[in-house]
Structure formats: structure tokens, C-alpha cells
């Protein structure tokens, strides 16, 4: 089978899944599926790193609270969300309430670890941020392999 790799910028993302759209429901499902698990792998490892919070500076008790929230969602890329106000602790604070300041910390509120060291145009973070940088090479690597794989099973059953 001669196949047709490509490579994903992410302004190119928009035609890509306008693309996928036209390829028909089939093709959206098999591309679904597989960026749900890639979220779910992710989300794994999200909740993984904020049982090690502690080590590193941050709130393992907020961290953990934080990480029961995180959820894969269903989608043509890899997402995860973050439970909001919805779920709420027992002091009465919500996850949504916690998230930025157990995962950045915070020099004004002292519920919170200190602040997290500046990297970039931003802070480092406590268990989200490096975490997910730690990821994303491979991220992006099995998304555009997922896309690639359905890209090449659609081509097949409608050129072939």
C-alpha cells in the first residue's frame, strides 16, 4: 500500500480536521477513539505526577484533589479536562478553586506552595506544566500517527 505521511503545523490543523469532516462519520469515530486514549494516557500521567508533588515543592494534598478532576475527553485531538466547581472539597473550596494555585503557587495566598520557579513567559509548575512538556513530543507523535493510520485505512476502502 503506498502511503502518505504528513506532517501536522498546528495552522494547518483547522483545514486537517475540515478535511476529516468530509471524510465521513467513520473516519471521525476511528480518529476519536484514538486521541481518547491518547488523553487518557495522559491523564494517567497527569495524576501520576501530582502523587510526586510533594517532593518537588507543591501541595500533594491540593495536587491530588486537583488530579481526581482530571478527565480524558472524547474528541478528534487529545484533550483533557480539569473538573471545575462542580466537584467540591471539604473546606468548601472547588477544584477549580485549587487548580492554578497548586499548580503555580502563590506569593499573596499562603494556602498555596510557593511560587513555582519562571520559565519562559511563564511558571514552571508543579505537576501539569512539566508534565505535559514532558509528553508532548510523544503526544504529537501518536496523534499524527492516528491520523496518518485512519488518513491511510479511509484511503484504502474508497481509492482501492
Same mark, same amino acid.
Given at each position: 500500500m503506498n502511503e502518505t505521511r504528513i506532517q501536522i503545523r498546528q495552522s494547518d490543523l483547522r483545514a486537517l480536521l475540515n478535511t476529516f469532516n468530509k471524510m465521513g462519520k467513520a473516519?471521525?469515530?476511528?480518529?476519536?477513539?484514538?486521541?481518547?486514549? &491518547?488523553?487518557?494516557?495522559?491523564? *494517567?500521567?497527569? =495524576?501520576?505526577?501530582? +502523587? /510526586?508533588?510533594?517532593?518537588?515543592?507543591?501541595?500533594?494534598?491540593?495536587?491530588?484533589?486537583?488530579?481526581?478532576? &482530571?478527565?480524558?475527553?472524547?474528541? *478528534?485531538?487529545? =484533550?483533557?479536562?480539569? +473538573? /471545575?466547581?462542580?466537584?467540591?472539597?471539604?473546606?468548601?473550596?472547588s477544584v477549580e478553586d485549587l487548580l492554578w494555585g497548586s499548580e503555580t503557587g502563590s506569593t499573596k495566598f499562603g494556602q498555596f506552595p510557593k511560587k513555582s520557579p519562571v520559565k519562559g513567559k511563564g511558571n514552571q509548575g508543579y505537576f501539569i506544566f512539566p508534565t505535559l512538556k514532558r509528553l508532548q513530543p510523544r503526544i504529537r507523535k501518536d496523534w499524527v500517527e492516528a491520523v496518518n493510520k485512519v488518513a491511510d485505512i479511509w484511503r484504502a476502502a474508497n481509492n482501492g
Open positions: 473516519a471521525n469515530k476511528d480518529l476519536r477513539d484514538a486521541s481518547y486514549e &491518547i488523553a487518557r494516557n495522559t491523564a *494517567r500521567e497527569l =495524576k501520576a505526577s501530582a +502523587a /510526586g508533588t510533594g517532593s518537588i515543592g507543591g501541595n500533594p494534598f491540593q495536587a491530588q484533589a486537583v488530579a481526581q478532576g &482530571i478527565r480524558p475527553q472524547r474528541d *478528534r485531538l487529545a =484533550k483533557i479536562k480539569i +473538573a /471545575g466547581k462542580r466537584q467540591v472539597l471539604s473546606g468548601g473550596a
